[in-house]
């Protein structure tokens, strides 16, 4: 108890550059914390991806597409439950910096989906409407949109202007389900296009194959792309998370980039932690030599440097933690829904909670080791 009396009281005697110290710890935390959010908020797609989905594309590249008449073929595959078309469709809404996800997809596309909810009614009213379009509950959020809406959208893939009526909003099963997209009738792209432009109908973007097992996605991979060998077009399938870890690993380096930067704040502010415990030590050096004077050991000595040093490392660490969910939620509103799904995960707080801790005692070992072992008489010789 007498330890923690002397603690308190040394991490208050100097007030302006303890809250200094504290505010410092309080921003690196929370940056961390930050930069650590936007790493998994770029791989939540591949986190929330199912095992139970495969994909399949033109094993070229994935802006070749694949010819229509695969789907029966893959469809015949051992293990395969059902075959979805989808066309990534690349349209603008009025401003290019409207940036969202656009997709073709067939009928039952959305069976293979169970965690997007649609209420019965409008799953009908979409059927019925060609010109219809479903809505993520994330993108009916940023742009406002209702069933009923007409949505105009400006063709870069496919020209023209789209008019898409909203017959439905997509619901996520749970938080980390992304529903920032638009869903239309793959039947209706193909119909238009064929009028068009005939040379790029009858065209599927992906395949998107459910399958009976798990276990074998592997071996069905296997079996899809042999099927369709040394032909004109042949296929790549992979398990969806593949998939989206594909398109994840061609930002690679910006991610190496923000890990080293949120790493980079915390040497920085372990290295103003330290300067401020060594001032702090430098001044108590009299103090320390009178106690070791009254029969107190190095350990106790050392107990007291560490002691307020962890004690401010506590505090800033742990107000940097509290910031976080309200710094979250700023950061994902002024993205502009960049990051569809932006949670603070446990391990993100634990991180936080490691680095604090783990700048306290970093700061704390020079100074300690020097207060530990202060000589009696020289100690009391000294000034400031």
């Known amino acids: 108890m007498y330890a923690l009396k002397l603690i308190a009281r040394n991490a208050l005697r100097h007030r302006l550059r303890t809250l200094l110290t504290i505010a410092g710890l309080l921003i690196a935390v929370l940056a961390y914390g930050l930069l650590h959010t936007v790493v998994d908020a770029w791989y939540a797609g591949a986190a929330a991806a199912s095992n139970a989905r495969l994909v399949t594309r033109n094993a070229i590249s994935l802006v070749f597409p694949l010819p229509v008449s695969y789907e029966n073929r893959i469809r015949g595959v051992d293990g ?7 066309n990534w469709f690349g349209g603008v809404y009025r401003d290019p910096k409207n940036f969202f996800a656009m997709f073709a997809v067939s009928d039952n596309y959305l069976d293979l989906y169970p ?17 219809g379009c479903l809505v ?3 993108l009916a959020d940023q742009f406002g ?38 869903i239309f009738h793959w039947d209706y792209l193909n119909e238009t296009v064929r009028k068009t432009t005939p040379r790029q109908a009858d065209q599927v973007g992906v395949y998107v194959l459910g399958i009976a097992n798990p276990d074998d996605a592997a071996a069905i991979s296997r079996n899809v792309d ?29 991610i ?16 103003v932690m330290a ?31 560490f002691g307020e040093s962890l004690a401010i490392a506590a505090v800033g660490g742990g107000l940097g933690m509290l910031a976080m969910p309200p710094a979250a939620s700023l950061f994902k ?35 300690a080791w020097q207060a530990a072992h202060v000589r009696v008489v020289e100690g009391l010789r000294a000034i400031g």
């Open 256 to 271: 190496a980039a923000i890990r080293i930067v949120s790493y980079v704040v915390i040497v920085i502010i372990m290295a």
């Open 226 to 254: 042999n099927t369709f060998k040394n032909s004109l077009a042949e296929t790549l399938t992979e398990t969806e998370q593949a998939f989206q870890l594909g398109f994840v690993a061609m930002s690679n380096q910006i």
């Open 115 to 131: 965690e997007f909810i649609l209420p019965q009614q409008q799953r009908a009213d979409y059927r019925r409407d060609r010109q």
């Open 80 to 86: 395969v439950t059902s075959v979805a078309r989808s």
């Open 333 to 367: 509103q002024a993205t502009g829904g960049v990051f569809p799904v932006f949670n603070v995960s446990a391990q993100t707080l634990a991180l936080q909670a490691a680095c604090s801790l783990a700048i306290g005692l970093a700061a704390a070992i020079v100074p």
């Open 136 to 138: 993520g509950r994330q």
């Open 145 to 182: 949109f209702k069933v009923g809406d007409v949505i105009p959208i400006k063709g870069t893939i496919y020209p023209g202007t789209w008019k898409f009526v909203v017959r439905g909003i997509l619901d996520g099963r749970d938080d980390t389900t992304i529903t920032r997209q638009l």
């Open 275 to 305: 300067n401020a415990m060594a001032m702090s030590a430098r001044e108590r050096t009299v103090e320390y030599a009178t106690l070791k004077a009254l029969g107190f050991g190095p350990a106790f000595v050392a107990l007291l440097v």
